[in-house]
């Protein structure tokens, strides 16, 4: 059987990936319609209106959190991951806000004892060790989430990185969320960069809180009462009837310049120089996930996002040279994965962590993929990187 391969002229979509189609122009479905949707990735379109009430209303909270500020209770909660993003958050709080924040990291089974001495020594420079809190009793639960998300994921179209990254944020937050309605603390901060607006843009909204925090009823079955405690509980969401903290996302409103945030935290000290700047997120599940996805559905899920800076290079040099670039690094990152040096550490703790084998997990995968009317491109897809044919 011939199999139709083109990759988009304007970006790096290839042809049979995730559901996109090539046109006879050599154009993806998202270069062609910039309207286009599909269950992996939609270009958010954020009018300057909604920024700028976004921003408005965040200068009030800001406002409402300072004259509430008494110097002996936390005024918000800030999701601590460690990361450039969240460490920045955390400085401007304290050291431009003048606010007292509660900084809470949710192990989700991976954090290296590395990691968290990093965050030490971090949070110690910043006069903040104190204020931090690490949440380590949900990792079976975690597990559980992982191994349900890797052995029942059989969508055609929708990745599994997409699909648990969701589900593994909304337990995190759900965690912080629980957390805070406990302490009576009336914010929660998550430090999510601009281009991250998957689903809520500057807010969650109380309802969505609410669905996120409810386990779907297959996932449901395989918890214990250890595991429902991560979850809202009945009387957790009578409660928010009378007192519901607002998760919000300020980096989609406030100002964002991430070399100014990298060179800023480096000056400090309070991060590594050149280690601000990561291509591919340092999560083992997303990795794992990518690994799945690349021999499930013959790519990369990443490139959805890769291929969305190349469209948005404007100046016609600049883009050749952005799509040239994200390209070599769609077939680097391919090519690991295909020859095992692909986050090898990683990708090991993620296996031993989950208790079952890489091999298990391909003939898995190879079972979901035997059912797809796609298997022929997938194939054809993997094998062009492979041959360092894709170009």
Request: hydrophobic share 35%; proline share 4%.
């Amino acid at each position: 059987m011939s199999v139709k391969h083109i990759i988009c002229k304007n970006c790096i979509m290839v042809d049979g990936f995730l559901g996109i189609e090539i046109n006879k122009d050599q154009l993806c479905n998202f270069c062609a319609d910039p309207n286009h949707i599909n269950p992996n990735w939609s270009k958010k379109q954020i009018s300057r209106a909604q920024r700028k009430e976004g921003l408005e209303n965040w200068k009030k909270t800001v406002q409402q959190m300072q004259n509430a500020h008494d110097g002996k209770t936390y005024d918000c909660i800030i999701g601590y991951s460690g990361g450039k993003d969240s460490t920045a958050l955390i400085d401007t709080f304290v050291n431009e806000y003048n606010l007292n924040p509660l900084l809470l990291t949710i192990d989700i089974g991976f954090m290296t004892e590395v990691a968290k001495e990093n965050m030490k020594e971090t949070l110690t420079k910043m006069d903040l060790f104190e204020n931090h809190l690490i949440i380590e009793e949900a990792i079976p639960t975690f597990s559980k989430l992982y191994k349900y998300c890797f052995f029942s994921h059989n969508s055609f179209q929708k990745s599994l990185t997409v699909d648990i990254c969701h589900k593994c944020t909304d337990l995190i937050h759900t965690i912080t969320f629980k957390e805070a309605l406990t302490r009576n603390i009336p914010f929660v901060i998550i430090g999510f960069s601009p281009d991250q607006i998957a689903r809520y843009y500057y807010e969650t909204s109380p309802s969505d809180i609410i669905k996120d925090g409810t386990p779907i009823p297959a996932f449901e079955t395989l918890l214990d009462d250890k595991d429902r405690q991560w979850f809202l509980t009945p009387e957790e969401i009578e409660q928010m009837n009378n007192f519901t903290p607002r998760i919000l996302y300020p980096y989609h409103v406030i100002e964002y310049n991430e070399d100014e945030i990298i060179n800023r935290l480096e000056s400090k000290g309070l991060i590594q120089k050149g280690k601000g700047d990561p291509v591919l997120t340092n999560c083992h599940v997303v990795k794992a996930a990518l690994f799945h996805d690349f021999y499930r559905y013959g790519g990369l899920t990443y490139a959805l996002q890769y291929a969305e800076l190349v469209r948005q290079e404007q100046n016609p040099e600049k883009h050749k040279q952005c799509r040239k670039n994200w390209l070599r690094t769609y077939k680097q990152i391919g090519k690991s994965i295909l020859n095992g040096t692909f986050d090898v550490e990683g990708m090991e703790a993620f296996f031993t962590n989950l208790e079952i084998t890489k091999e298990e997990l391909l003939r898995e995968i190879e079972k979901k993929r035997n059912g797809d009317p796609n298997e022929a491109r997938i194939l054809h897809n993997i094998k062009l990187i492979q041959t360092n044919k894709l170009r």
